[in-house]
C-alpha cells in the first residue's frame, strides 16, 4: 500500500513559477514510477508527467514539455514537479500517482495506475 499527499499548490501570475510536491509512505517507493495528472474545471484528467523508479527516465505531455521537470528523491519518499513560465491554462487540480511495472508512457493513463493522490490546486492569473 502507497499513501501519496500532495502539496505546494496556490496561486501564482502568469510568467512566474512553483514547485509542487508529492510525499509517499512505505518503503518500495523507488519501486514504483511516479505521475503528475491535473483536471481543469470541467475537463477531464490529463497526464502531465512521468518519471522512472530510479529517477533515470522521465517523460512529459506536449503542452508542458520545456517548462516543466518532474524529479524524485528517494531517501526522502517524495517526487516533485517544478512549473516554469506557468500560463492561465495550467490552471488545475495537480495529482500525483504512481504505477508499478516498466517505464512505458503509453501505460501512463488515468485508469492504469495504482495509486492516487487527492491532488493540490493550482491557480494562474493573467
Known amino acids: 500500500q502507497v499513501q501519496l499527499v500532495e502539496s505546494g499548490g496556490g496561486l501564482v501570475q502568469a510568467g512566474n513559477s512553483l514547485r509542487l510536491s508529492c510525499a509517499a509512505s512505505?518503503?518500495?517507493?523507488?519501486?514504483?514510477?511516479m505521475c503528475w495528472f491535473r483536471q481543469a474545471p470541467g475537463k477531464e484528467r490529463e497526464y502531465v508527467a512521468a518519471i522512472s523508479g530510479s529517477g533515470g527516465r522521465t517523460n512529459y505531455a506536449d503542452s508542458v514539455k520545456g517548462r516543466f521537470t518532474i524529479s524524485r528523491d528517494n531517501a526522502n519518499n517524495t517526487v516533485y514537479l517544478q512549473m516554469n513560465s506557468l500560463k492561465p491554462e495550467d490552471t488545475a487540480v495537480y495529482y500525483c500517482?504512481?504505477?508499478?511495472?516498466?517505464?512505458?508512457?503509453?501505460?501512463?493513463?488515468?485508469?492504469?495506475?495504482?495509486?492516487w493522490g487527492k491532488g493540490t490546486l493550482v491557480t494562474v492569473s493573467s
Open positions: 512505505g518503503r518500495t517507493f523507488s519501486f514504483y514510477n
Open positions: 500517482a504512481a504505477r508499478s511495472g516498466p517505464f512505458d508512457p503509453s501505460y501512463f493513463g488515468s485508469y492504469n495506475m495504482n495509486y
